[in-house]
């Protein structure tokens, strides 16, 4: 009578094995990783290192911090696309689903590998950046002389934004997966999760749109809204709260995975 569960476990289990296997045998992958930890630290440490105080006193030192997820994602995202697609463009995918016959096994165990590895990844990114933040900013002027207290993980807000950065990593790895599962091309599925990550923050940072616009767009474009998680200061002035940022975001990830899912499903390999 409880067969059927055990199976279904003993066949997820091998699915993540063979994932694990598979992307840990990929020269790329740890290219990748390595390139989203450069480009996070690297942009952060950048951002960090040209604001001054006095003059900039105000800022959010905890989102400046970690300025470098936005072009860290970039990585993240070619990492999970070239996860789907590297095995359409190979033909790997008939043996995938030969072996896993279930479809939405063999989708569950890719989510679920990708997302382990860019945690694991964006923790590493995510420490090191507000480590650097923290070194670099009191050089800088932001001192307790000036209002600005040193940075640690050990604040509520700022605990909150470095774990919920790892996290918006991670949905966006889950959120490319999914579009790659639908477009099934590397290029293709490169140029649109990359177009919808970057042409949003573009247009609303450009500022020539209506207002309305502009604030529907931070609200529900999926990386003006994960990025709020982010903020610790003047929470009320923001379009959308972080929680309910990083929420949008994860039904950016989810619909994205539910359609590719289906279509998974409905075509063939």
Not at 147 to 168: D, I, K, Q
Not at 216 to 222: F, I, T
């Amino acid at each position: 009578m409880n067969t059927a569960p055990r199976t279904d476990a003993a066949t997820l289990r091998q699915a993540l094995h063979a994932e694990w296997t598979k992307l840990r045998t990929v020269p790329s992958t740890g290219w990748l990783l390595l390139t989203t930890i450069a480009l996070t630290l690297g942009a952060s440490a950048l951002a960090a290192g040209v604001v001054k105080c006095p003059g900039s006193c105000d800022q959010d030192t905890t989102r400046l911090s970690l300025t470098g997820i936005l072009p860290g994602q970039a990585a993240v995202a070619v990492l999970a696309v070239l996860m789907m697609t590297g095995e359409y463009s190979s033909g790997m995918i008939r043996i995938t689903l030969t072996a896993v016959p279930r479809r939405a096994t063999a989708l569950a165990a890719k989510a679920t590998v990708v997302t382990g590895v860019v945690m694991a990844a964006g923790t590493a990114a995510v420490l090191c950046s507000v480590l650097a933040a923290r070194f670099i900013l009191p050089g800088n002027g932001f001192t307790s002389a000036h209002g600005v207290l040193a940075l640690s993980l050990g604040n509520g807000p700022t605990l909150r934004a470095a774990a919920g950065s790892v996290l918006y990593l991670a949905l966006i790895a889950l959120l490319s997966l999914g579009l790659a599962t639908a477009l099934r091309d590397s290029g293709a599925s490169i140029a649109v999760v990359l177009g919808l990550l970057y042409i949003v923050p573009v247009l609303t940072g450009l500022g020539t749109l209506d207002p309305a616009w502009e604030h529907r767009l931070q609200r529900y474009g999926p990386t003006t809204a994960g990025l709020a998680i982010q903020a610790t200061k003047d929470l009320k002035t923001l379009p959308i709260g972080p929680w309910q940022g990083l929420g949008v975001l994860a039904a950016w990830a989810a619909a994205a995975l539910l359609a590719g899912g289906l279509l998974l499903r409905l075509r063939d390999a």
